[in-house]
């Protein structure tokens, strides 16, 4: 699992997977109140049942959000980087990654709710939430609902507003997408045959199932999900007033430039970093400078 132990939690009726950067030991509750039972993953490496965490317990957390399509272990490299001072806790966001998809409510209420009650539940509040595209609309608009439960922000290609004419590829078509494939190589041809140039940050949800490989999400579900993005963000991303770290990358085809400025421009508190050379998934492109840059806006804010 990359240095993080994956664990499961059932919220609001839905069963969530989430990793830890930090190990557990003992058998003590996981955490309590609020609907959430927790405990580690079969063969993860945590405790049955529950744990405490073992040194860095009291470091500063981190609630990692992934984008469409991503899944928890997106944010493994920068966890690694931000240790022991910062704990990354990075949740699957519904549908995605190995969580349940619920209901089939993909709306970025869902979403939000979602995670204040992670947070509630894991009585971790408040703390640093980050989030990459999709998830990093989803934490300013939960900084904005639910500001006692956030204390900074750090939003990696999440716009303010999500529609056309302002972003002319709001939604990744994927219906057309293999859904089985005999093997990883084949399943990778066959994404990017379909116009993707570099279908790794996909595969990371790939697994093999009887029938042979696919990826752990529903096309149909991501195409709802898209589709409920879709929209103007504006009063979230000014709704909020924590201090708020902005990322985007100059080669990035879903957050343009010009927004991103008038983003930092328009919400006090708001620094904006942009990194040359890097596109929409900056934490792959460049993740020692992602990292970088994260550390020093939490060494300067957080840990100040």
């Known amino acids: 699992m990359n240095g993080m132990t994956e664990h499961f939690t059932t919220v609001r009726g839905l069963r969530l997977a989430w990793l830890d950067s930090h190990p557990m030991i003992g058998d003590l509750p996981l955490a309590t109140g609020n609907g959430i039972v927790g405990g580690p993953a079969p063969g993860s490496g945590g405790a049955g049942g529950g744990g405490r965490f073992e040194s860095g317990a009291q470091a500063a957390v981190v609630l990692a959000l992934h984008g469409h399509f991503g899944r928890g272990r997106n944010f493994a490299p920068l966890a690694v980087a931000l240790a022991p001072r910062y704990r990354v806790i990075a949740l699957e966001q519904r549908g995605h990654g190995h969580s349940d998809r619920g209901d089939g409510d993909f709306s970025q209420d869902a979403y939000v709710a979602d995670a204040a009650a992670f947070l509630r539940g894991l009585g971790l509040g408040p703390v640093v939430v980050l989030g990459h595209s999709m998830g990093g609309v989803t934490a300013f608009r ?97 709704g909020s007033t924590c201090p708020a770290l902005l990322i985007h990358g100059l080669d990035s085809f879903i957050l343009p430039t010009a927004m991103a400025r008038q983003m930092a421009e328009r919400r006090p508190g708001t620094v904006l970093r942009e990194l040359p050379g890097c596109g929409h998934w900056a934490h792959d492109d460049a993740p020692a400078t992602f990292a970088a840059t994260v550390r020093e806006f939490l060494d300067t804010t957080v840990a100040a």
């Open 142 to 238: 939960l900084a904005a609902r639910h500001p006692g439960l956030v204390r900074a922000l750090i939003v990696e290609e999440g716009g303010a507003l999500n529609r056309r004419p302002d972003i002319q590829h709001p939604i990744l078509d994927v219906t057309g997408w293999p859904r089985r494939a005999p093997t990883l190589a084949a399943l990778r041809h066959a994404i990017e045959a379909q116009g993707i140039p570099d279908a790794s940050y996909f595969l990371e949800s790939a697994v093999e199932h009887p029938d042979g490989w696919g990826l752990l999400f529903d096309y149909d579900d991501m195409m709802a999900s898209q589709e409920a993005l879709i929209g103007d963000w504006w009063p979230d991303w000014l």
